[in-house]
């Protein structure tokens, strides 16, 4: 750390006012993908649905729905795991940034020395995956989608 005068004060304010301007614009977007993510999931499910009926290969469409579906799941979970690092960022700028010049406009968010040391090491994707957020979406079609496929009858 370097000993910050209160003329280094004004000019570490401007710099936090712009990194918090900027965390909280790439938080945005992070929650902008995970809303459209969930948007092409609902509708490619809904055409999948709506194709079941006709003549094509309903295992062939139960196998590409899980597949889609489970590839939409894991985006959707990095995009979330990407929104609270970032969050866990402004949390340590807001904390730090008067008293240290260091990490200035770092904008990774895998910098583990940007994050309070109360909090936890970077969540595992697949712990957000199945987090009360994104189960209760993503788990009920691959069910669903799993339930069709195996009550289906075989062909001939």
């Not at 929104?83 to 968010?109: F, G, M, S, V």
């Not at 697949?126 to 189960?135: D, E, G, P, Q």
Request: proline residues 4%.
């Amino acid at each position: 750390c370097i000993e910050v005068t209160s003329m280094d004060k004004k000019e570490l304010k401007t710099v936090m006012e712009k990194e918090i301007d900027l965390v909280q614009g790439c938080i945005s977007r992070m929650a902008q993908n995970s809303f459209v993510i969930k948007g092409w999931t609902i509708t490619l499910i809904a055409v999948a649905l709506a194709l079941l009926p006709e003549k094509f290969d309903a295992k062939l469409l139960c196998g590409i729905s899980i597949v889609a579906t489970t590839c939409f799941w894991y985006l959707d979970a990095f995009y979330l795991k990407m929104e609270r690092l970032y969050r866990l960022k402004y949390q340590w700028l807001i904390a730090n940034r008067l008293e240290t010049d260091e990490y200035c406009y770092d904008l990774n968010p895998h910098n583990s020395k940007m994050r309070l040391p109360k909090e936890e090491k970077e969540p595992c994707i697949l712990r957000v995956m199945f987090t009360k957020t994104l189960l209760p979406i993503y788990g009920p079609i691959v069910l669903f989608t799993l339930i069709v496929l195996v009550n289906l009858k075989p062909c001939g």
